[in-house]
């Protein structure tokens, strides 16, 4: 399985595989929160899906739950598996020397490597934003940006960073969370934000403003 993310790519987001396939008619694959299930490797193991799995183990100092020792390794555990075609690794732990093995793996499986960033108290000024996405994309096959939109401006500024970014030929997948920035999830795509992420339960968001995986789907068609 391959995950290229040349055009839109709608990820369901979930700490359980089983379901898998409930996602299956608007998502073009899931986003496994592997420090949100009990035995993640286990269940990868297990999985017979349709979905590519794009892997996340997200330490608790970006909003996840992963315990610091052995995070990375079971990534590097993980990108192992056939049915895996993208890895997220934060751009704080690639900066902190942390990863780069993880990173070299899976250019060699030819894995995708989705380097990200969390912001979730603001939005940084723009010319942060720029720098954000120009280092992540300088590691990686995707530079990610996910900050906390307290205004519109903010909301423009996100857009307008994603916008230079895409125009030069950058693959980028931003989105402002919270309420303010909800609209973004579904617009950003339209300034060249390669992916979305959305809830397979409506219940267990695992980020704030996310709409359901068939609301975010029939958004980004209808403006595409």
């Keep these: 399985m391959t995950l290229d993310f040349e055009s839109f790519t709608l990820a369901a987001a979930t700490a359980d595989l089983d379901e898998e396939p409930a996602a299956r008619e608007h998502a073009d694959c899931v986003e496994f929160r592997m420090d949100l299930a009990d035995e993640p490797l286990d269940a990868l193991g297990a999985y017979d899906g349709d979905l590519p799995l794009l892997v996340t183990n997200r330490p608790e100092w970006e909003g996840g739950e992963a315990e610091p020792s052995g995070r990375i390794d079971t990534l590097e555990t993980a990108i192992e598996h056939e049915a895996v075609a993208a890895v997220d690794i934060e751009l704080a732990t690639l900066s902190g020397g942390e990863g780069h093995d993880l990173v070299e793996r899976a250019a ?20 942060e934003l720029g ?16 900050v906390t939109a307290e205004n519109p401006d903010d909301c423009l500024d996100l857009l307008a960073a994603t916008r230079a970014h895409a125009a030069e030929g950058a693959t980028v997948a931003t989105m402002a969370m919270g309420e303010v920035g909800k609209h ?3 617009v950003a795509p339209v300034y060249g934000s390669k992916i979305g992420y959305a809830p397979v339960d409506p219940a267990e968001a695992t980020a704030p403003g996310q709409y359901d995986l068939a609301t ?9």
């Design 108 to 127: 060699e499986l030819g894995v995708s490597v989705v380097v990200s960033t969390h912001d979730f108290e603001e939005t940084p000024p723009r010319p």
């Design 131 to 146: 720098r954000l996405l120009t280092r992540a994309g300088g590691v990686g096959d995707v530079a990610k940006l996910a």
């Design 184 to 186: 973004t999830r579904a």
């Design 216 to 224: 975010l789907r029939s958004l980004v068609e209808g403006l595409s």
